[in-house]
Nanobody, 129 residues
Framework: EPQLVESGGDSVQAGGSLRLSCAAS????????MGWFRQTPGKEREGVAA????????SYADSVKGRFTISRDNADNTLYLQMNSLKPEDTAMYFC??????????????????????WGQGTQVTVSS
């Protein structure tokens, strides 16, 4: 059973940066989708960024394009989200997720929480103005 553990959440001032990490274990797939998502109380979970692991193709929500970068370290099987120029509206619980379904190499991983099966427990990011 895949396990995902997020870390790196913190409280920062607007304009600051944070890097979230997601340690993945329990599977040996080489090409699959992973993503970052966020949720605030009373709202639906929304997609932030996704990456096709093993291919390197990434996708971003419009709200974070140019500010956030998703990446993965193959050596230690860790997913990262570098967040720069943070805004108060970025405040949320951030989750990483994996979708291990087989897909074509030309596919694009979607930034849609409905497409993901395995989830971490989340890490809180708070951005103050």
């Amino acid at each position: 059973e895949p396990q995902l553990v997020e870390s790196g959440g913190d409280s920062v001032q607007a304009g600051g940066s944070l890097r979230l990490s997601c340690a993945a274990s329990g599977y040996t797939y080489t090409t699959y989708c992973m993503g970052w998502f966020r949720q605030t109380p009373g709202k639906e979970r929304e997609g932030v960024a996704a990456i096709y692991v093993g291919v390197g193709r990434s996708s971003y929500a419009d709200s974070v394009k140019g500010r956030f970068t998703i990446s993965r370290d193959n050596a230690d099987n860790t997913l990262y989200l570098q967040m720069n120029s943070l805004k108060p509206e970025d405040t949320a619980m951030y989750f990483c997720a994996a979708d291990l379904a087989e897909r074509h190499l030309s596919d694009q991983c979607v930034v849609d929480p409905e497409a993901y099966t395995y989830w971490g427990q989340g890490t809180q990011v708070t951005v103050s103005s």
